[in-house]
T-cell receptor, first 120, second 113 residues
């Protein structure tokens, strides 16, 4: 079974600054996906960024980037130029790659979440 | 192209009543996943369905909970004889054919009095 751990229950950052959210995971799989989801007060789950484990290059989406360290099983999210609209709960999630087979395909395992507050 | 739709958005039930939560996946999506989010926690997988089939229900409580995804119509998560501990946000997600692209609905917030 996979586990995902987010060790920072809460983080805060000043507007325009950079913040990094931590995520570690445990798995015996070699091929998988990792995700960061954002959940604002509306509670809608919004995909922020996705990383495939076999790709060594870190994923980037505008102000959001990840630092994927496969050997260390670490997947941190960096938010640059933080904006007030980034205030939300952020969840890290793991999914076994479809090619790995088995019925756990498509099943996301989420961490406990980190509440991020961006201050003006 | 409408996103994943869930209704109702809010549902209040008294202990012992039944709750029915509906999820319409995005057009063309045939894989639906249900997750439960208890207060102050992350989402926990409940069940994975394809049209007319339950693929993985390993996260579903053995009693009182059931799910279906009929050939026509939305997926339904049914909770019989609700208890206060069932109070949570229930999310459904659908997945595109390309795989590993999940689109979440806005959730149904169930409150059991």
């Amino acid at each position: 079974a996979q586990t995902v751990t987010q060790s920072q229950p809460e983080m805060s950052v000043q507007e325009a600054e950079t913040v990094t959210l931590s995520c570690t995971y445990d798995t015996s799989e070699n091929n998988y996906y990792l995700f960061w989801y954002k959940q604002p007060p509306s509670r809608q789950m919004i995909l922020v960024i996705r990383q495939e484990a076999y790709k060594q290059q870190n994923a980037t989406e505008n102000r959001f980037s990840v630092n994927f360290q496969k050997a260390a099983k670490s997947f941190s999210l960096k938010i640059s130029d933080s904006q007030l609209g980034d205030t939300a709960m952020y969840f890290c999630a793991f999914m076994k790659h479809p090619n790995a087979g088995g019925t756990s395909y498509g099943k996301l395992t989420f961490g406990q979440g980190t509440i991020l507050t961006v201050h003006p | 192209n409408a996103g994943v739709m869930q209704n109702p958005r809010h549902l209040v039930r008294r202990r012992g009543q039944e709750a029915r939560l509906r999820c319409s996946p995005m057009k063309g999506h045939s894989h639906v996943y249900w997750y439960r989010q208890l207060p102050e926690e992350g989402l926990k997988f409940m069940v994975y369905l394809q049209k007319e089939n339950i693929i993985d229900e390993s996260g579903m409580p053995k009693e009182r909970f059931s799910a279906e995804f009929p050939k026509e119509g939305p997926s339904i998560l049914r909770i019989q004889q609700v208890v206060r501990g069932d109070s949570a946000a229930y999310f459904c997600a659908s997945e595109g054919l390309a795989g590993a692209h999940f689109f979440f609905g806005p959730g149904t917030r169930l409150t059991v009095l």
